[in-house]
């Protein structure tokens, strides 16, 4: 099983950078990054972390890989991930809605921090939003 999930976790990765590299490359400009705030995503997938705690996040409908700087600020947390049950409830809770319109379609842990990001999305069909969350060494 977990074989079959790294091979199709490679083939989206692998489809993605096909797609990011056929597409005209964007100009990058220098922005002040605000805890809080982030790109906009249209949905949100894949999660892998690159060197220096920047955060790779997929978004599958715009074709789309996002490179999230997470700062000095993912740092000052209580380092690594505590299990929480019904994890899903307190997801949907959070984000005002019933734990049956929530899908988590991943999870990536920090390397400095072990705290664990979840991809999540919120909602079905073309209404879903995404959301990005974080659990810390407390499960906050």
């Known amino acids: 099983m977990r074989v079959r999930n790294a091979l199709m976790l490679c083939g989206a990765m692998a489809a993605a950078a096909i797609v990011v590299a056929a597409r005209p490359t964007p100009s990058v400009s ?15 997938g ?17 074709a789309t890989i996002y490179a999230i700087d997470l ?3 993912a740092t000052k947390t209580v ?22 319109e929530i899908e988590i ?16 999305m919120r909602g079905q069909g073309a209404g879903a939003k995404p959301a990005l969350l974080r659990v810390d ?4």
């Open 105 to 120: 379609t991943d999870l990536a842990v920090d390397p400095r921090t072990r705290n664990s990001y979840l991809a999540v």
């Open 46 to 62: 894949t999660l892998a972390f690159g060197p220096n705690g920047v955060l790779y996040a997929a978004d599958p409908q715009a």
């Open 137 to 140: 060494g407390n499960g906050k």
């Open 30 to 44: 220098n922005t002040t990054v605000h805890v809080g705030v982030g790109p906009t995503l249209s949905s949100i």
């Open 71 to 73: 700062g000095a600020a």
């Open 79 to 100: 380092a690594g991930s505590k299990d929480i049950a019904s994890i899903n409830t307190q997801i949907a809770s959070m984000l005002g809605t019933a734990a049956t």
